[in-house]
C-alpha cells in the first residue's frame, strides 16, 4: 500500500489492518458510527475499555469475541512485547457491556500478525499470515474445545497390522500434536511405509480430534493419484469399512475446493496457482518441479512467479492439518510461501531429509527410521552393485572432420546430414545430451544383457530360456529413452511389450503402462526419465539400470529406493515366474557412474541457415550489424533460451552486462523492428519541429544506429566463446563412426590404484587453475581473504569442475581418500562442503581431510572458549544460541553478511534487530570475527 505523505507509521499499520480485515469479510466502523447488526463480523476502532481504548475489538453476531492491538511496522520485533497490553484489553471490561474474557487475540502492524485462542491449553500465539473469517470464529465457539484441546484426546493406538517403525512415528507425532507443535517430521526409509502411516493418523484426527479438513499435499500428478489409491484402499481397525466411506476424499484436479472434503490431495503447483486465482497448464503437475527442467512459467503460462496473496475463496483456516510428502524438496522458494499462507498444522514426510529440511521443522523429528534399519527388520531389501564401464562412456571420443554425420533435433527427432568442417571431440558428460553414440548405448544394453544369466543365475526355465527379472531403465532424457527402447528391443529380439517407456510423454495411458509393468509379465524392462523415479510403488523390481546421472543426493537415494520393496513370493511369481524364492535383494547395475559421483514476431527469423552460429558471434562481435545477421542470431538464441539451464542463463547474463538472454534477444530483434523504428521517427520529429529536414533525418539515423550498437555491445569474447561452448552442450550429433567396447563389466570395486589415480588428477586439476579460479585464488595465495569467500564462488568453482572434468565428483573424489585411509569419514552430504574440504586439503591449509562444517565448529569452540576465559564471561547465553547459528551459517554458505539475518534461520528469531538488541555495537565486529576466526 502507497503511503500518504506526513501520514504517521501507526495510521499506515491501522489502514493495513482496516484493509486486511474486510477481505476477509470484517466490516471496520468507527466507534461512534457503530451498527453491530450492519453484518456478522464487525471490526469496531477505538472501542472503550476499562483498561482504555483498545485498537479494534472483533464483534461476531453482536457479541464481543476478539482484539487487536496494532504496532508500527518497525515494532514487528516486539510484538510478543505487546502479548501483555493485548491480554490486558481482552480481559477488561468492554463498555455498556456484560461478558466474559475475550478469546481470540491478535498483534499487528498489518505486515506481521501473531495470534492466540486463549480458549487453548496453554495459550500460545503464532504467526498467521492474514486475519480469520468471522464465520471461522462462530463455528469455533460453538465447539466445546478447541482444536487444540481435542489434540489431547487421542484413544490408544490400537497396533494391529502396524510395523514398529510406523508405530514409534503415530505415537510421536500426536505427542507433538499434544504439546503444540507447528511442525513435524517423519523421515521414514523408502518402502516403509510413509503414506499408509499417513492415513492412519488422518483417520485419526478426523475422528478422535474432529478436524475439518486434512490437506495432503504432493508435488507431481503421479504420487497424488497414488496417494487416493492409499485412501480408497485404507481401512481402519476399528471400523468395517473403508476411509473413503467414512470421510469424503477429494483429489484437486481444478480450483474447485468441495466444502464438504475433509481430505483433500494436491500438488504444490495447483496449490499455488489457485491461491493466485489462476487456471494451472496441465503438464506443470506432471514433473517434479525441483529435480526437472519444470520452470515457473510453465504454471502461469509465461508469466513470473508471484508472492502469495490472501484469497478469500480460500482463507488462511481452510485447512487444519497439511501433510507434505517427499517434502524435502517441497518446502522452498515458490512454494515455501504457500505453506507460510495456512494457519495450520504441518507433517513433513521424506525418506532422505536434509539440513534445510530439519531446519524448516524446528527440528522436531518426531520419528527416523532409516534405509539400514528398514533392510534390518525385513521392511526392505538390500542391494548390490554390478558396474558396467565403457570406453567411450568413460573417456568420450573424437569424430575426426569431413566425417558425415546426422544431426537431430531432439524435440521432433528429425535428422539432417551433415560433413564436419573440423574434428569434433567429446566428452562423457555431452553423451545423449547433444551427442548420441548408439554404439555407446548399444555396447551397455548388450553387455547387460550378457551379465543377466551370471547375476540371476536360477531364473532359467524348463527349457532352457532366461526369464530377464523385472527391470528399470533410468535414461537421460525423452529422446535418450527412444534410443535406448530401440536398441533393448533389437539386443534382447524382443517385440513391443518387452520394453516399454514409462513418462508423461508416451501416447500410450502412462498409468496403464505402468499398472502392467507392476501387475503383468510384460514389460519385462521399463524405461523412465523422471516419472517413476520416485515415490512410485513397483514391488517386483529387481533391477535398477542407471543410464543416467543426477546431481542431487537425495533424488539419487530416492531412484534408488524404486528397488528396495518387499513382496511376497507368490506375488513375485505371478509376474517372473522362474522365481524361486522370495525377493531377497536387488541389483544396481550402474552404467554412468552414478554411484561414485552421486551428489539441479512474425518475421522469418532465419536468413543465415547455413552460417554456423559461431560465425555469426564472430560477425556481430567484430562489428558487423546487417539485418540479416541480426534476425538469425536472435532466432539461434531463441531455440538456445529454450534448452539452457537456469544456471547457464545467469551465466549468460553475468557476461552480458547484467542483460537476460531474452533481453539481449529482444534487443537484437529490436534493432530492425518496423514498429520500433517508426516510434524513434516520431518522438524526433515530434522534438525537432520545424529543424531542417536533414537534421532530423541525420539525428533519426544516429539513434537507431545506437540502438544496434546497443544490441551488438554485449558481444564480446568471453560471451560469444561461453554462447557457443553452451550451445554444443545442447545439440545432438549423432555418432555411428566410433564403436564403443566393454571396459568393465564386474561386481563393483576401488581398488588403492584407482584412488592414487583420483587424488592426483583431482589435485592436479587444482593446482592446474589456481590462478584461474577466483576461490581457488584465494585458497591459494590469499588467506586474509577467505573471510571473502561466499556462496556463489563455490558453486561457481563446482559448476567449472563438473564442465571440466565431471568424474571428479567430489563425493568420488572423498571416497578415494577413505580408500587410502587417509580419511575415516564419510563425505558430507552436502557437495559444495565436500568440495571446500577437499580444496583445504590439496591447497595445504588443513594437514589432513576433514570435513569442512567439522572444522568450523572446532575453530568456534576454540574462539568462544577464549573469549570466555578468565572471570568475565564476553557473551551472554541468549548471545551464544545466536553465535552458534552464525557458525552453523558459516559452516554450510562459508561467509556470513548482515544482509543474511533477514532470512532463515535468524528470521524467527527475530532478524538483524534482534541481533542489534542482543550486541548492539558490537554486531558488525562480532560478524567479522566469526568470517576470519572460523574460516582459518
Not at 545 to 563: A, C, H, I, P, W
Not at 572 to 581: C, D
Not at 879 to 888: A, C
Amino acid at each position: 500500500m502507497t503511503s500518504i505523505p506526513n501520514q504517521n507509521p501507526e495510521q499506515i499499520a491501522r489502514d493495513l489492518i482496516d484493509k486486511q480485515l474486510m477481505l476477509a469479510g470484517w466490516l471496520v466502523q468507527s466507534k461512534n458510527e457503530v451498527n453491530l447488526s450492519a453484518g456478522r463480523g464487525i471490526a469496531v476502532r477505538e472501542y472503550q475499555t476499562s483498561s482504555g481504548p483498545a485498537d479494534y475489538v472483533l464483534f461476531v453476531d453482536r457479541k464481543p469475541v476478539g482484539i487487536i492491538e496494532a504496532k508500527r511496522e518497525e515494532e514487528g520485533e516486539r510484538l510478543t512485547v505487546a502479548e501483555d497490553q493485548s491480554r490486558d484489553y481482552a480481559t477488561s471490561k468492554l463498555k455498556y457491556l456484560n461478558h466474559g474474557d475475550l478469546p481470540f487475540v491478535y498483534e499487528s502492524t498489518g505486515t506481521l500478525t501473531k495470534f492466540t485462542d486463549y480458549r487453548d491449553p496453554k495459550p500460545r500465539s503464532r504467526p498467521v499470515f492474514h486475519f480469520h473469517k468471522p464465520e471461522t470464529f462462530a463455528e469455533w465457539l460453538d465447539q466445546a474445545k478447541t482444536l487444540r484441546a481435542r489434540l489431547r484426546d487421542f484413544t490408544t493406538l490400537d497396533e494391529y497390522g502396524l510395523r514398529p517403525a510406523q508405530i514409534r512415528a503415530i505415537r510421536n507425532l500426536e505427542t507433538s500434536f499434544k504439546d503444540n507443535r507447528p511442525k513435524a517430521l517423519i523421515q521414514m526409509a523408502t518402502g516403509a511405509g510413509k503414506t499408509f502411516t499417513a492415513c492412519t493418523f488422518i483417520y485419526r484426527l478426523l475422528k478422535f480430534a474432529n478436524a475439518k479438513r486434512i490437506l495432503f499435499l504432493v508435488d507431481t500428478k503421479n504420487l497424488g493419484e497414488q496417494a487416493e489409491q492409499e485412501f480408497l484402499k485404507y481401512q481402519p481397525n476399528d471400523d468395517n469399512r473403508k476411509f473413503t466411506e467414512l470421510y469424503n476424499v477429494q483429489r484437486l484436479s481444478s480450483s474447485y475446493i468441495a466444502s464438504d472434503a475433509q481430505v483433500c490431495i494436491s500438488t504444490i503447483q495447483r496449490l499455488y496457482a489457485i491461491l493466485q486465482g489462476k487456471e494451472l497448464e496441465d503438464t506443470a503437475e506432471e514433473e517434479n518441479p525441483n529435480e526437472s527442467s519444470w520452470t515457473y512459467s510453465k504454471l502461469l503460462s509465461g508469466k513470473d512467479p508471484l508472492p502469495v496473496a490472501y484469497n478469500a475463496k480460500n482463507p488462511i483456516e481452510q485447512f487444519d492439518f497439511i501433510i507434505i510428502d517427499e517434502c524435502h524438496r517441497s518446502i522452498y522458494n515458490l512454494w515455501k510461501q504457500v505453506l507460510d499462507y495456512y494457519d495450520a498444522f504441518l507433517v513433513g514426510l521424506t525418506a532422505t531429509p536434509d539440513k534445510r529440511t530439519f531446519g524448516f521443522f524446528n527440528q522436531n523429528v518426531v520419528s527416523e527410521y532409516t534405509y539400514e534399519e528398514s533392510v534390518l527388520d525385513g521392511v526392505n531389501v538390500p542391494y548390490d552393485v554390478f558396474t558396467i564401464e565403457t570406453e567411450i562412456t568413460k573417456s568420450g571420443s573424437i569424430i575426426k572432420a569431413k566425417e558425415f554425420v546426422d544431426r537431430r533435433e531432439k524435440l521432433t527427432r528429425k535428422k539432417r546430414w551433415e560433413q564436419l568442417e573440423e574434428d569434433l571431440e567429446y566428452k562423457p558428460s555431452q553423451l545423449d545430451r547433444n551427442i548420441v553414440n548408439p554404439s555407446q548405448i548399444r555396447t551397455v544394453i548388450k553387455a547387460f544383457r550378457e551379465a543377466l544369466p551370471s547375476i540371476f543365475p536360477d531364473r532359467f526355465d524348463e527349457e532352457g530360456e532366461f526369464e530377464v527379472p523385472k527391470t528399470l531403465i533410468f535414461a537421460k532424457t525423452d529422446s535418450h529413452a527412444d534410443d535406448i527402447i530401440q536398441i533393448v528391443r533389437e539386443e534382447f529380439n524382443e517385440g513391443n511389450d518387452f520394453c516399454k517407456k514409462i513418462t508423461y510423454k508416451i501416447e500410450e495411458d502412462p498409468k496403464s503402462v505402468l499398472n502392467r509393468f507392476r501387475n503383468s509379465w510384460a514389460p519385462r524392462i521399463a524405461v523412465t526419465v523422471d516419472m517413476i523415479a520416485t515415490g512410485t510403488d513397483v514391488k517386483p523390481l529387481e533391477v535398477l539400470l542407471f543410464m543416467r546421472d543426477v546431481k542431487s543426493t537425495n533424488y539419487f537415494e530416492q531412484m534408488k529406493g524404486r528397488g528396495t520393496r518387499t513382496i511376497k513370493f507368490d506375488d513375485l511369481q505371478k509376474v517372473t515366474r522362474t522365481a524361486k524364492h522370495t525377493k531377497t535383494h536387488f541389483v544396481i547395475v550402474d552404467a554412468i557412474g552414478a554411484i561414485k559421483s552421486k551428489k539441479t514476431d512474425s518475421r522469418p527469423l532465419e536468413r543465415k541457415p547455413s552460417i554456423p552460429l559461431k560465425d555469426l558471434l564472430g560477425a556481430v562481435k567484430m562489428g558487423a550489424q546487417d539485418e540479416d545477421l541480426f534476425l538469425s542470431l536472435a532466432n539461434r538464441l531463441l531455440r538456445l533460451e529454450k534448452e539452457l539451464t537456469e544456471p547457464e542463463k545467469e551465466k549468460f547474463s553475468d557476461l552480458a552486462e547484467g542483460k537476460s538472454l531474452q533481453t539481449v534477444i529482444k534487443d537484437l530483434l529490436n534493432a530492425y523492428n518496423p514498429d520500433v523504428i517508426e516510434d524513434i521517427e516520431a518522438e524526433v520529429s515530434k522534438e525537432m519541429i520545424g529543424q531542417a529536414p536533414d537534421d532530423i533525418s541525420k539525428t533519426i539515423q544516429g539513434k537507431v544506429e545506437d540502438l544496434r550498437t546497443e544490441a551488438a555491445k554485449i558481444f564480446t569474447g568471453p560471451l560469444t566463446e561461453y554462447v557457443e561452448k553452451v550451445r554444443k552442450a545442447h545439440d545432438q550429433v549423432i555418432d555411428h563412426v566410433n564403436i564403443d567396447r566393454v571396459i568393465k563389466s564386474e561386481w563393483d570395486t576401488f581398488s588403492k590404484d584407482k584412488a592414487n589415480e583420483v587424488v592426483k588428477e583431482f589435485a592436479e586439476y587444482i593446482e592446474t587453475h589456481k590462478d584461474e579460479i577466483l576461490a581457488l585464488s584465494i585458497f591459494y595465495d590469499q588467506p586474509y581473504k577467505r573471510r571473502e569467500l561466499n556462496l556463489k564462488m563455490i558453486k561457481e568453482l563446482l559448476e567449472q569442475l563438473k564442465l571440466d572434468r565431471p568424474l571428479l565428483a567430489p563425493s568420488y573424489v572423498w571416497e578415494a581418500y577413505q580408500q587410502l585411509d587417509q580419511v575415516k569419514e564419510n563425505s558430507p552430504k552436502n557437495e559444495l562442503i565436500a568440495l571446500v574440504s577437499l580444496v583445504r586439503k590439496v591447497a595445504g591449509i588443513d594437514a589432513q581431510l576433514t570435513p569442512y562444517d567439522k572444522t568450523v565448529n572446532l575453530n568456534f569452540q576454540k574462539w568462544i572458549f577464549k573469549q570466555n576465559a578468565g572471570q568475565h564471561n564476553r557473551f551472554s547465553e541468549e548471545q551464544v544460541e545466536w553465535l552458534r547459528m552464525i557458525k552453523d551459517h558459516i559452516a554450510s554458505s562459508f561467509q556470513i553478511d548482515i544482509e543474511d539475518l533477514d532470512y532463515t534461520p535468524f528470521d524467527g528469531k527475530g532478524g538483524r534487530g534482534m541481533m542489534w538488541n542482543l550486541f548492539e555495537t558490537q554486531m558488525v565486529d562480532v560478524i567479522e570475527e566469526l568470517n576470519k576466526e572460523l574460516t582459518a
